[in-house]
């Protein structure tokens, strides 16, 4: 298989994770007779400072396409002015809208070696294998938004918005997945205080009762999906949600591993290519140090593999080797606990390079 995949690596950490992701992904191409090909391109802040916006034409003309789009991370404190008329992260919402990539895949499961690490007690966490479905370019943060007035008279909005179509789709690929796992699919919503949420709720219902009527549905009100987000994760198997709703759960669940530093995301639409990032932020306070953890983006990888390319047996050989990376004891410095020894980002890539194989 030959395979074109275009590099983001984007602000802060973002290049160095990037790229022990890059020597994860080549290696396993080697191992298993692929070919692949990479051409980097600038999104966010840097693409700010050279281009002054922060998705060029020539990075979305490149990343149309490509089979998978590889992203580290965008934003920094020099770009943080919230008056500023560009920002970074308007180029990730650009990207996302412009091609389609409507679903948020974020996989919450602790790694058993890493319980300890974990800010919650092993007997809540033990067992916790959570798939989240965000929709991703609908709701709050692409409806109508603006400001009237000035001085005690100001005035914000921001529009939530959904179609029937909208909510149907997501819903839809999130019930195909739970088919596949465990047969569990929860819906999240705020439908006893928003109209948004009430359509929300009927269209799912319908999808479920009409075409999955084999999975076991449940419906859970934001609010109390927060609170048994932590006390019994392990209880759930996929959820599905809006675009708002799903920011908040994913980051809250992503403390259940222990860092941010460990969790993947795939961005997936249909057609076209799936971007593939790390959860956490540009961390630009340890940029340039060795100090980051790539595991989230060589992770990451491994959802491009399977979910882009369609090569299940290398996307399983790559989650084995950080497996077998962590069950050794390696740790970078978000995971190692007081009095551990830590090692750097490039070591940490390096032992996953070295423990891949394609048996």
Known sequence: MKSSIVVLPGDGI???VVTEAQAVLSRTAELFGHEISYESFPIGGCAIDEFGEALPGETLSACRSADAILLGAVGGPRWDDPQAKVRPEQGLLKLRKELGLFANLRPIKPHPALLESSPLKREYIEGT???FFRELTGGIYFGESGVTGAGADETAHNVMIYSAGEVERIVRMAAEAARNRRGKLTSVDKANVLEVSRLWRRVAERVVREEFSDLEYEVVLVDAMAMHLISRPSTFDVVVTGNMFG????DEGSMLPGSLGLLPSASLGDPGPGLYEPIHGSAPDIAGQDAANPLATILA???????SLG???EATAVEQAVAEVLDAGHRTRDLARQGEDSIGTREMGRLVV????AD
């Open 354 to 357: 070295d423990a891949l194989t």
């Open 311 to 313: 090569l299940e047996r």
């Open 129 to 131: 294998d959570v798939l």
């Open 247 to 250: 920011d908040i759960l994913t």
């Open 301 to 307: 990888g491994a959802m491009l593999l399977r979910h």
């Open 14 to 16: 973002g290049p160095e």
